[in-house]
């Protein structure tokens, strides 16, 4: 049985927005209006008045977005759907030759929605450590991956939010895990903090650091010992770095932080 073709897949979804329509289902006629305007702009030859069914969707689709309000932000169905909309837009002004402002404007607003993931793949991580300790390291550098991007993102200019730092997490439940991880998870967590190591001697000024001293301390005796001589002074850079900043807060009258913020205009000379 063969598939429909993109004319009658685009009936077909029309057919179902105007039942939608009638049913006053507001959630999913968003969603099939986001489907229809996907096949018109994938398929430029569809149908004559394209252009004209394009407009009438969008603005269509701007007043159930006002209709349906906070609604988008509380379903992941129709929070995707914004978001291949959002997508949409931008192709849209790349081929209408928009300003690159117009263009930077529309892509911070995927950073904006995006600022929130290192911070949820961190709990992630916790939730799934659990349950599957392997996973929940997976996850874990993932966090610090996407820690990484937004350093990245905002030491570049080209998106900063009112606090524009990342936390580079090294949570309880990993330290915990230390002391019986195999060694091939140990070794996966020290590509983590070689990784934390990496950012914080790149993007000082972008990122936060844990207080995990004494802890790192024995990450490094345990390096050492293995005869990992490379890695084990990185892992004191990264000890220095926490040192540092912890005199600085302490003298500035802070109690026994658990982590740190950069030092305000602090050099970016290498450590010693």
């Not at 009638?22 to 569809?46: C, N, S």
């Not at 490094?220 to 005199?247: C, F, N, P, Y």
């Amino acid at each position: 049985m063969r598939g429909l073709t993109p004319e009658e897949t685009l009936e077909v979804q029309e057919r179902t927005a105007d039942i939608y329509r009638q049913e006053q289902r507001w959630a999913k006629l968003y969603g099939t209006m986001v489907h229809i305007l996907h096949i018109l702009k994938w398929f430029p030859d569809i149908v004559d008045d394209r252009i004209e069914r394009i407009k009438r969707y969008r603005q269509e689709l701007h007043n159930l977005e006002i209709l349906l309000g906070n609604k988008i932000l509380n379903n992941n169905y129709l929070l995707y759907d914004k978001i291949l909309l959002m997508n949409i837009e931008i192709e849209e002004l790349f081929e209408e030759n928009a300003i690159a402002e117009e263009i930077k404007s529309k892509i911070q607003r995927f950073m904006v929605m995006g600022s929130a993931l290192p911070g949820s793949l961190n709990e992630a991580a916790f939730v799934a450590h659990f349950e599957n300790v392997d996973s929940a390291i997976q996850l874990w550098e993932a966090h610090l991956n996407a820690a990484r991007c937004y350093a990245l993102i905002y030491s570049s200019g080209f998106h900063r939010a009112p606090f524009s730092v990342v936390t580079c997490r090294i949570p309880d439940w990993l330290v915990a895990l230390w002391e019986n991880s195999t060694k091939q998870q140990r070794f996966k967590i020290i590509d983590g903090l070689l990784l934390i190591e990496e950012l914080s001697e790149h993007y000082d000024q972008w990122i936060a650091l844990e207080e995990r001293t004494e802890w790192l301390h024995e990450v490094r005796r345990w390096l050492l010992w293995h005869g990992r001589w490379r890695a084990a002074k990185r892992i004191t850079r990264l000890i220095r770095r926490i040192v540092k900043r912890k005199e600085y807060y302490t003298q500035e009258g802070f109690s026994s932080p658990t982590w740190f913020l950069p030092i305000p205009e602090t050099s970016h000379a290498p450590d010693e």
